[in-house]
């Protein structure tokens, strides 16, 4: 498997992302979150490779993250009913991810996405 971005194409922070990748001579797969929302599973999947809290894979300034009043829910839920929820719209999860086979990076930051793409690089060397 090669590397995978998954973006909400009107989303600036995706198309800044995006423009990086591309000036990087990057090659991905391009998957649409709202189209082809992440499943449960690969969003376990993918948490275990960012090393993060699950809260981190929230799109918390998202409006239907607000809409449901999850900043209050979620405290109640356990991972799998965070997991399930998050699959059920892909505008809940934070965005751009990029995933590697040994990382999962959820939102865009630059320094993070290089090193990360460096070390794999190396891995696979």
């Known amino acids: 498997m090669g590397l995978l971005f998954v973006e909400y194409p009107k989303c600036s922070t ?5 423009a990086w990748l591309n000036a ?5 797969e391009d998957r649409h ?3 082809q929302p992440p ?7 993918w948490l275990q490779k960012s090393g993060m809290p699950l809260k981190k894979l929230w ?4 409006q239907k993250y607000r809409s449901l009043g999850l900043a209050e829910k979620l ?11 998050l699959a059920s719209d892909g505008m809940l999860v ?13 939102g865009f930051a630059p ?15």
């Open 14 to 18: 995706c198309q800044k992302a995006k």
């Open 24 to 28: 990087g001579g990057i090659v991905f």
């Open 33 to 35: 979150i709202v189209l």
């Open 39 to 45: 499943t449960a599973a690969e969003l376990e999947i």
């Open 59 to 62: 799109n918390t300034s998202g």
């Open 75 to 85: 405290g109640q839920m356990d991972a799998a009913q965070q997991l399930a929820l």
């Open 94 to 106: 934070k965005r751009p991810v990029l995933v590697g086979e040994t990382f999962a990076l959820f």
């Open 111 to 125: 320094e993070a996405w290089r090193a990360a793409l460096i070390k794999e690089k190396a891995a696979q060397a």
